[in-house]
């Protein structure tokens, strides 16, 4: 298997609803590409909720006794703990200035991918504007594959993507909240190695590691690089509706052996 890396260039400024898979199609043309079948298209969380006008605005927040008395143990604005509660199930974990919370849609990470950073309003006051995750990943993700098959013909995988930090490394990767078009776990339990020995516990998060490799080519501050496409790996639909989506990479809490 031979994979490509690229960056779609020319992507405007994301507002509410705007139509990211035509502005996918859009930037590739200027580049003088198109799309492929089977490519896999890595899409910033954040052109999605911007997209999908995901803001709330601090100052329209009224924060909880609860997220008041946190906010002042973690030294942390109550209005921003409120937010960071109403898109959690669980606070896994806290210290002064770090929420570490088990997010509505299952992934444990800081202040449920709440961000201030890369956005602004109107006016250009954006000191208390927020940008949540999208309400439902898989969702987007689908959309766009479906847009693209109807316009082009062929099937594409998508890969919403955000950043992540790590429990015991430093340093923040990429990683998938949103997965259509292909299985974002690769299970190889019960298939034989290359010594014909049985593999017990062997699984590939694929989606995951094509959205770390993304990661490099969109860069973390002022790169402008949304979207990255992957070619070569030759997405597939999964048969069973179990294994679709982001589902397959969540760990069930019963077998998170940390919490």
């Given amino acids: 298997m031979k994979l490509t890396y690229f960056g779609v260039e020319n992507i405007p400024m994301v507002e509410p609803g705007d139509d990211v898979a035509g502005m996918i199609l859009d930037g590739l043309a200027t580049m003088g590409e198109t799309m492929q ?38 030294d942390k604005d109550p209005r921003k703990v409120q937010l960071i509660l109403d898109e959690s199930i669980e606070v896994v974990r806290k210290r002064p200035g770090v929420m570490i919370v088990e997010h509505r849609l299952g992934f444990v990470h800081a202040s449920a991918g709440i961000d201030q950073s890369n956005i602004t309003n109107e006016d250009g006051d954006d000191e208390d504007l927020c940008l949540l995750l999208p309400k439902d990943p898989d969702a987007s993700a689908r959309q766009i594959v479906d847009k693209i098959a109807a316009q082009l013909q062929i099937h594409v995988g998508v890969i919403i993507n955000d950043s992540i930090g790590r429990a015991w490394r430093l340093g923040q990767v990429g990683h998938a909240i949103g997965v259509a078009g292909f299985t974002a776990l690769e299970d190889y339990i019960g298939s034989n190695d290359i010594y014909g020995h049985e593999m017990e516990v062997s ?57």
Avoid: H
Avoid at 41 to 49: D, F, G, N, R
Avoid at 53 to 74: Q, W
């Fill in 37 to 74: 079948a089977d490519d896999v298209i890595v899409i910033a969380q954040k052109i999605i909720s911007k997209a999908e006008g995901c803001y709330v605005n601090l100052n329209d927040v009224t924060p909880s006794v609860e997220a008041i008395e946190l906010g002042n143990e973690i």
């Fill in 203 to 259: 699984q590939v998060a694929a989606a995951d590691e094509m959205a770390a490799g993304a990661s490099l080519l969109m860069g973390p501050t002022d790169q402008l690089t949304p979207v990255v496409i992957v070619r070569g790996y030759e997405p597939r639909d999964p048969d069973q509706a179990e294994w679709r989506g982001i589902g397959p990479l969540i760990r069930p809490k019963e077998m998170d052996m940390f919490r």
